[in-house]
Every structure is written in C-alpha cells, then in structure tokens.
C-alpha cells in the first residue's frame, strides 16, 4: 500500500500485489442477514497509473478515536485487461493526520477472481510502505451494516461489521500516530477502469457518518467540514443529508 498523493489517503488497492499480507481468513461473520447484491455493468479496461481512486468524503484531520457509517452492499464490475490488480472497496477508515502514517479500516471488497464481494479489514501500525500491513477477509457481503474502527480501553482499534469484530491493531494507535485522527468515508478502486460500488439507479449509500470522542462512549459525533474527492469523471458523489448521509455510483 503506498498514500494517495494529493489528500495523502492510504490506498487499499495494491494490497493483492503485495507478498507481505499478514493475515487473511475466510471465517464468517456471525449474525449478518443475507440479501442480493447486484453488478454494475460499467467496467472498461484497466488502467492503472500507480495510484487508487476514491470516490466519497474524508477529512485530514478531526478530533476523534474512532469513526463509523451504515453502508449498503452493491458488487462493482472490474476491468480484466492486462496483469491487473484490480478491486473495488468501500470502508470507512481512521487514519494518522494527513497520511503522515497508519490506518484502521472496515468494509467491503471485490477483487479480480472473485465472483462477488467479502467484508474485510486492515491495518498498518506506520504505512504500508515502511511497516507493512495486515489484512483479513471473511464471508461474502449482503445488505446494509454498520462499519466501524474505533478506539477502546484496551489501547487498541478495533475494526468492526456490527458487532463482530474482524480485526484489532497489534499496537496503541495514540502512540504511533499522528493527531488529531483523519476521518475517511470512501469507495475505491485500483484501476480507473475499476467500478467504483454502486450504478445510478442503484448507488452506494453511506449514512449515519459518526465519530467517537472517547474510549468509552458511542458513535455518536457528526463530523463537519468534510472533503469532497471524485477521482474520474465516471465516478460520482452525492451529499443526501451534508455531514451525514452520502451516495456514490458509476456512470
């Protein structure tokens, strides 16, 4: 994984070309209703150009320990052209300020050879690049959920569909990282000839966007003054409640 070189994002989208995962599984989540999730049909060719798009709104920086959002479930269509890597995610994330170092992630993923897509999570204590990551995956995604990577009392984040928990960082993230914590809400892709999740008739929605502000308590924060990124003019986002609730789709 490297960062996004303008909004300094870590990128999920190399992680497949990588030999130094540390962890993938494939147990299932516990409780999660299934419902039909369906393709959109838009995928071009793959062309990658060394760094993920995204498609949603972050911050680079807002006082918090922990973030959360309910986003539903839609399997993207990717390109298959060429040596790719190709996938498409949505997650919401907690990062070190700015990109200046690791992350804590949960969502939703398909990559190239798979038929649909599976919640997942990752981590890395200090960037991909310098420390590595680890990543896990479980059972295939439906329906709506609730995602989240939250900080506790036990000096950890835990990465989070529900209530099960699928990943916990090996490390105290107010150690390593930098404050205040960078807030991500996004879908991304590896190739621009990806799908980002979600067609114009059926969108991506990320509602109830939270922030925790404590190692104890909910939730329950909203956050403000969030950025905006589009990264191809096929990709697309939309503010349903600002601050709040969001769509994305491929068109």
Known sequence: MTFHDVAKKPRLGSWLKWFFVLAIASAGIVGIPSQSAR???????????????????????????????NITTAVPALCTSGNSYSNSSAWAMVASHGGTGGYAQSGYLRSRGQSTV????????CGSN???????????????????SVYDYVSAIHMQVDSTTILTTNFDPTVNWTAPWSPQWLGETHDLGDDIVGAATSPVYFSGLCLRTSRSGGCTTSPSNLTTEVDSSRYHAKWDIANSEFHIWTQ
């Open 39 to 69: 393709a959109a049909p838009f995928a071009t060719s793959c062309q990658y150009n060394n760094s993920s798009k995204f498609d949603g709104n972050f911050s680079l920086g807002i006082s918090n320990t922990g973030v959360g959002a």
């Open 118 to 125: 599976y919640y997942f999570a990752e981590y890395s204590k």
């Open 130 to 148: 310098v420390c590595g990551f680890t990543h896990k995956e479980t059972s295939a995604a439906s329906g709506t959920h609730f995602y989240s």
